[in-house]
């Protein structure tokens, strides 16, 4: 597996895990229990983790889902 996303942002997160299961890639997101027992400290991110054969996809998506945050849309 590979991270393709480490991030305290809950919209990124669930946007990232919703554009990722559209396209057909499972998504497994780590460390989200002790991210929420240490509360809003933003010590420990979510890392979002994706199978190998899958990780460039799963990164296109992120650049893709970031840039159009970026702009607006």
Do not use: C
């Not at 919703?18 to 989200?32: C, K, M, P, S």
């Not at 509360?39 to 199978?51: H, I, Q, T």
């Amino acid at each position: 597996m590979k991270e393709i996303l480490r991030t305290n942002d809950p919209v990124l997160l669930s946007a990232l895990q919703a554009a990722l299961a559209e396209d057909g890639i499972a998504a497994v997101v780590f460390d989200a229990y002790t991210s929420i027992a240490e509360g809003s400290l933003g010590v420990l991110p979510r890392r979002v983790m994706v199978a190998d054969d899958d990780a460039d996809r799963a990164a296109w998506l992120l650049r893709t889902l970031q840039a159009a945050a970026e702009s607006g849309s």
